[in-house]
Nanobody, 118 residues
């Protein structure tokens, strides 16, 4: 499975941004998908995840109410809608995928940089 993340960029505090992650080479509808991020000098942390059918999502407390994860299984793509961005959201955002019963994320995208600054 190959993952290609896109959509990062430089935005101002309070702005919105949508990240996309396109998957290829596997059966997307059988994959649990997630977004994780790594800020400068910090460890990578989970942001959001979504089940293979999209029926359930999990959002980190640090972004709850501002970020939404969704997926379109017809387009083999998962999205991260980010609203009301804060400077603390500055990080490299990675998409990741795993099989339904896998314990760890097996596939990773290359990361896309989001910078929130005035």
């Amino acid at each position: 499975v190959q993952l290609q993340a896109s959509g990062g960029g430089l935005v101002q505090p309070g702005d919105s941004l949508t990240l996309s992650c396109a998957a290829s080479g596997g059966t997307f509808s059988q994959l649990v998908m997630a977004w994780l991020r790594q800020a400068p000098g910090k460890e990578r942390e989970p942001v959001a995840s979504i089940t293979s059918t999209g029926s359930h999502t999990s959002i980190s407390d640090s972004v709850k109410g501002r970020f939404t994860i969704s997926r379109d299984n017809t387009k083999n793509t998962v999205y991260l809608q980010m609203n009301n961005l804060e400077p603390e959201d500055t990080a490299v955002y990675y998409c990741a995928a795993k099989g339904r019963v896998a314990l760890k994320y097996e596939y990773w995208g290359q990361g896309t940089l989001v910078t929130v600054s005035s």
